[in-house]
């Protein structure tokens, strides 16, 4: 399969479609200061989205409209109520505790995790969860964390499950193997340390995650000595090496390229392309189709106006967000639910709610018993500070199981702010209006989930052929036709043999991600179409990366070779990337 992550992606846009469709436009009142955030990080949203559809001609056409979801997803979370926000914790819980269970039968019983329900693990010594990537892993962990400890704080989980639910999560952590992820626990760490609304225990099962972190990692690593297994995070540290795994080269890479180009950029979804066009003799060896790091992705391919302007949107609606952090929640001393019960000022329907749990046996949360829910404002930012450290060292938002939940918490955030009395009027035909079009919005996003599933279909029987599927080139002229994924089937086309000679071919695949097969085809291309120039400029590209099988390409650059083919031409050609488009 062309990608790995395929279905992960589809069924979060099938699942947040179908929670639109159901939600709407939730319960919650939009006032004046919730309206111009949520214009903010819409705007913000909205650059991204256009400058994608700008792209679709070269393979861009998913990223714009899973922006688009995405603005749909923030506009719910800010109408979002209390309701929203528990059935959305609830389900990264859930989601959480799964993820532990598959990363400790990918770890303990591989042989367990090849079936249906089970992702096969091709990294031995390490879980990878059903996301297949060990970072992505860590996150859905730590997103999990947070929400389980605001489930902890709203007296919707007992603080024992709810604690052995963290220690769980977090060994599930060490199993990842994840240096991003074990970094990311210093937002649990902060998080318990700043915010004093939290109940006693639940900050300092917070603040010791770090703690509990090392100690699984001790106890993993001592099990594989012990076992004779392998346990990668381990062996890592032992084998030294480059820390950052190639991330500093590719930062410096990236640096010089909006040098290059600070106005405008690479062009979005362009960087992989400029990045291997560009000569940089000390390029990392592996291919890259991202810097990354967020800001440093958005600068390079829309330049640093428009990233300046999208982070700054963004930075400005967190801002104007602020207040809500700053509210306390009003608690109630277990002793004195009874007097709660009849004090004239208490909100009836909150009262109500607490007294018929303490009737049915729930135990106290804490010291403190909550006379409400607990804002999911807190809980929300703690998120959000887990997926942008996240962001800083790779691209989870270039994911739609990850963007999508980010922008539902965003507005979350952001509609947590409450409403003024002069702002308390009943929602009318607005709120009506607004219902009726993120429903619509939730029918599309299951629309479009079914028919990119079907879309789908004709590129996979290209790679994974069922029986009776018909030739190879059958096969690609109509996976060619997919509007969505088309470029993969330019890419059989670019590099099974017998080969397309034609350099069409390669305009979408190219924008994708470049790797050793599709350069060696492009630059045997451009031989053949006589440009000679951007031919050998693409061999020196080539050259650069110093892989094994890129080299295989230069064997016959022999000095005793005395007729050695145009790639061994070692004179610098004085082109640039923008040369290099079919």
Not at 353 to 364: D, F, H, K, L, S
Request: proline share 7%.
């Amino acid at each position: 399969m062309p990608d790995s992550v395929f279905f992960n992606q589809l069924a979060a846009v099938f699942g947040w479609g179908a929670w639109l469709l159901m939600r709407g436009a939730g319960s919650a009142r939009v006032n004046t200061q919730k309206k111009a955030a949520m214009l903010a990080a819409s705007l913000a949203l909205g650059v991204c989205a256009f400058f994608a559809a700008m792209r679709i001609g070269v393979g861009q056409g998913s990223a714009a409209l899973v922006l688009l979801a995405a603005l749909a997803v923030l506009w719910s979370g800010v109408r979002s109520g209390p309701a929203d926000a528990r059935a959305i914790a609830l389900a990264w819980w859930l989601a959480g505790l799964l993820s532990v269970a598959v990363a400790v039968l990918q770890y303990f019983a591989p042989g367990l995790a090849e079936g249906w329900l089970v992702a096969a693990n091709a990294t031995p010594g390490r879980a990878v969860g059903n996301l297949r990537q060990p970072n992505h892993l860590a996150t859905a962990l730590l997103c999990a964390m947070v929400m389980t400890a605001w489930l902890w704080q709203a007296g919707r989980l007992r603080p024992g499950l709810a604690a052995a639910s963290i220690a769980a999560l977090v060994f599930a952590v060490a199993l990842s193997a994840s240096r991003t992820g074990a970094l990311a626990l210093a937002v649990l760490l902060v998080w318990a340390v700043l915010d004093r609304s939290q109940p006693r225990a639940l900050r300092w099962t917070l603040a010791t995650t770090p703690l509990l972190y090392l100690a699984c990692w001790a106890a993993l690593a001592a099990y594989a000595q012990v076992q004779d297994a392998s346990f990668f995070a381990s062996e890592r540290l032992d084998a030294g090496g480059d820390i950052s795994s190639s991330r500093f080269a590719i930062w410096r890479n990236a640096l010089a390229l909006i040098a290059q180009q600070p106005w405008t950029g690479v062009g979005w979804g362009n960087f992989n392309f400029a990045w291997t066009f560009t000569p940089f003799p000390d390029r990392p060896v592996a291919f890259f189709d991202h810097t990354h790091s967020l800001p440093l992705q958005l600068a390079v391919e829309i330049g640093v106006p428009a990233t300046l302007a999208v982070l700054g949107l963004l930075g400005w609606a967190l801002w104007r967000a602020r207040a809500v952090l700053q509210t306390p929640t009003p608690l109630v001393a277990p002793s004195n639910v009874a007097a709660a019960r009849t004090a004239p000022s208490a909100p009836p329907t909150t009262i109500t709610t607490e007294v018929a749990a303490v009737r049915r046996g729930a135990p106290p949360l804490v010291s403190d018993f909550p006379c409400a829910p607990p804002s999911i404002a807190r809980a929300a930012l703690a998120m959000l500070a887990v997926l942008a450290l996240h962001s800083l060292l790779e691209y989870p938002l270039w994911y739609a199981y990850f963007l999508l939940p980010a922008a539902w918490t965003l507005g979350a955030f952001l509609g947590a702010a409450p409403a003024r009395a002069d702002e308390s009027a009943a929602k009318g035909r607005n709120t009506r209006a607004s219902s009726a079009a993120l429903r619509g919005a939730g029918l599309l996003m299951l629309l479009g989930a079914a028919w990119a599933a079907w879309d789908h279909r004709r590129i996979e029987v290209i790679f994974a052929p069922p029986a009776g599927a018909g030739t190879l080139e059958a096969r690609i002229a109509e996976g060619r036709q997919s509007w969505l994924f088309g470029h993969h089937a330019d890419y059989a086309a670019a590099t099974t043999p017998p080969s397309e000679p034609s350099l069409a071919a390669f305009r979408r695949p190219l924008h994708m991600l470049v790797d050793t097969r599709l350069l060696i085809a492009y630059i045997e291309a451009l031989h053949t179409a006589g440009r000679d120039a951007e031919a050998l400029y693409a061999a020196q590209r080539l050259r650069e990366f110093r892989r094994p099988d890129a080299q295989v390409y230069f064997k016959a650059c022999t000095p005793d070779n005395a007729a050695p083919p145009f790639q061994c031409e070692t004179k610098p050609v004085a082109l640039t990337w923008r040369e290099l488009k079919p």
